[in-house]
């Protein structure tokens, strides 16, 4: 009898333990420890990594090849909430920067071709997108979360990086800033 006392309070213990730890980690999660920082952050010059990928198109895109021109490169799954808002605006200024001499290049991570390419369908999505299909881009470039932006100038320096959703006014600033330095 005793020993089934002990057993019951040990695993009571146990069990207390256990639901503290989940409530730590709850508390933590929901203050956003773990969880890459939001927001612009300098480029610093440094050289973008060259890559080439296969467009949804079946077309393929060489980073190096539009190395004269600023760049909008923008990391997305279909599943990403935030990508899922705001690949609409991206949608409604690509004609706009594109006939100002940008390239926008959309690049999936972490998706199930078909659910990339319903998303693509789903929001009528015609700038520029393709798979990192080797899973080798969104690691040289250090992504971590989604979504994530890389503006470059023209020689392919990073100008900047944008982690967490872009709404239209930060997104018009950032391509403005490089757009009018490349004119």
């Not at 659910?115 to 929001?123: H, V």
């Amino acid at each position: 009898m005793g020993n089934a006392h002990s057993t019951r309070l040990v695993a009571a213990g146990v069990g207390g333990l256990i639901g503290l730890l989940l409530l730590i980690l709850a508390v933590a999660l929901w203050q956003g420890v773990g969880q890459a920082e939001g927001g612009r952050e300098e480029g610093g010059g440094a050289l973008a990594p060259d890559f080439t990928v296969v467009g949804f198109d079946g077309e393929p895109f060489s980073l190096s090849s539009v190395q004269d021109r600023p760049v909008f490169l923008y990391f997305w799954a279909s599943w990403c909430a935030p990508c899922i808002e705001e690949a609409p605006t991206i949608e409604a200024l690509w004609p706009e920067y594109r006939d100002r001499g940008y390239v926008f290049l959309g690049l999936n991570i972490w998706d199930i071709e078909a659910d990339a390419q319903a998303f693509i369908d789903d929001l009528g999505l015609s700038f520029p997108l393709a798979r990192d299909a080797e899973r080798s881009v969104y690691v040289d470039y250090g992504v971590e979360g989604l979504p994530v932006a890389y503006f470059l100038e023209p020689g392919l320096q990073i100008r900047s990086r944008y982690t967490g959703p872009l709404d239209e006014q930060t997104l018009r600033t950032e391509l403005d800033r490089i757009a009018e330095e490349a004119s």
